[in-house]
């Protein structure tokens, strides 16, 4: 994660994300900004992150925080790379222009989806229909119907029935080409108020297509909000369990640094491959991706690609949880097995669980390391690789 600097992915998507999550959560009330606090076991704000992270479109991902949050966004975003944070404004339309701002000074998009991190449930379904309607409109929104009869009011009466036929509920992410939206933000004057950008598009004359939004969309703003949340998601009795299993090997050679489970041992030789070869996170990647038949790591990040040269695997480990997490899937736990002759692996085992757990916003006791030799017998045992297999168990709600 980086301040206001290009990620990786910047060169590689005309597709950006720009989430806010500077906001004081004051309706919420809570002990931090409700955007990271705990919903459904992990931050508000990561959620929505991880929607975005693991959608095909491959955005870039600006997420805009308040002063002094950084060391709040970095914990809540852990384990996810690429993701750059920029500083925003007093109201939430100041918090999207300096997002904007920001993506235009690192070279600016084509398209750019605007979303509350106060909205979790965030679909690629409606992301996707959001990215159709941008091929005909310079902007789109999710919307819904209103269901209830409407009025205006004053005074504890009722004025006027107002007809809803014509009227919508708009949610986020709302979608945009990216210079046109810069545009309309900076004509529009900063002491008037706008909740949506879709208010700051039309003023700008921009066409906004509606597009079906999603219930499941819902923004927490209220503590009852989060109250409802701390429920289990799914009920228990509808969960299924997946598994996963995972193994692999690189050989030992001199001159190279060693890898393992995320943490740098000292070590005479260290694990050669076209990443950092970092066999332990390679095999829980591939455990959690075989958990959800997503394919192998080397479909993923091809060691054809010269990108994931030397690459930290810890990105792939991350991103094999973002695609997990994304098809409803719920890390229950890892078991990591790593089988080397040298270098002893007991005095790094609570690093390493440490490491993982980091990497997967799971808690330590939900990563097991184990470690074995096999007795001098075959290529570990020689001394000429490390191998590592790894199993992972995934709750989904619903079919197997
Ligand atoms: N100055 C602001 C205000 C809001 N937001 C973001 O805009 C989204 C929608 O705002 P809302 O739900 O109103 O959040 P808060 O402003 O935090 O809530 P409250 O009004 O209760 O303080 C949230 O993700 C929030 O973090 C922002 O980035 N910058
Ligand atoms: C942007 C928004 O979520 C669209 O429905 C909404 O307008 C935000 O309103 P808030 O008052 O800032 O929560």
Redesign the pocket.
């Known amino acids: 994660m980086s301040d206001a600097k290009p990620s990786l992915s910047s060169d590689t998507s005309r597709t950006a994300a720009l989430i806010v999550a500077a ?1 004081k959560g004051l309706r919420a009330g809570g002990d931090v900004p409700k955007q990271f606090a705990e919903y459904r076991g992990k931050p508000l704000l990561r959620h929505s992150v991880e929607a975005f992270a693991s959608w095909d479109a491959a955005p870039r991902i600006v997420v805009v925080i308040g002063e002094g949050q950084t060391a709040s966004a970095k914990a809540a975003l852990a384990g996810l790379d690429g993701i750059v944070l920029v500083t925003g404004g007093a109201e ?1 339309s100041d918090s999207v222009r300096l997002g904007l701002l920001a993506l235009a000074a690192q070279g600016g998009t084509d398209r750019v989806f605007i979303h ?1 991190a ?2 979790p449930s965030l679909s690629h379904d409606v992301l996707d229909r959001l990215n159709a309607a941008l091929d005909a409109n310079p902007g789109a929104v999710p919307v819904l119907p209103v269901v209830d009869s409407i009025a205006r009011g004053a005074d504890g009466v009722i004025e006027q029935a107002v007809d809803r036929a014509h009227l919508w ?4 992410p ?1 979608a945009f080409h990216f210079d046109a939206i810069l545009a309309a933000h900076l004509a529009w004057s900063s002491d008037r108020a706008a ?3 879709s208010q700051i598009a039309r003023a700008h004359d921009l066409a906004v297509a509606l597009v079906e939004g999603d219930e499941a969309l819902t ?1 927490i ?1 209220f503590s009852e909000d989060f109250a409802v949340s701390h429920q289990p998601a799914p009920a228990p009795a509808a969960m299924m369990v997946r598994t996963g299993i995972g193994y692999d090997v690189h050989r030992l050679a001199s001159g190279e640094e060693l890898w393992l489970g995320g943490v740098k041992i000292e070590h005479d030789r260290g694990l050669a491959g076209h990443s950092d070869a970092d066999v332990a996170l390679h095999a829980i990647t591939d455990a959690l991706l075989g958990a959800m038949a997503l394919g192998d790591i080397g479909e993923h990040f091809p060691p054809s690609d010269p990108q994931w040269r030397g690459a930290d695997s810890a990105q792939f480990l991350a991103h094999a949880a973002s695609r997990v997490r994304a098809k409803g899937g719920q890390i229950a736990n890892i078991d990591l097995t790593i089988i080397c002759e040298e270098p002893k692996i007991g005095p790094h085992k609570a690093s390493i669980q440490q490491r993982i757990a980091t990497i997967l916003a799971l808690r330590p006791d939900q990563v097991g390391v184990k470690a074995t030799t096999t007795e001098r017998l075959g290529f570990t045992g020689r001394g000429e690789g490390i191998a590592a297999q790894a199993a992972a168990s995934v709750m989904v709600a619903g079919q197997p």
């Open positions: 906001g939430r509350d106060a909205r509920r708009i949610q986020t709302q909740t949506d950008d923004k703003t």
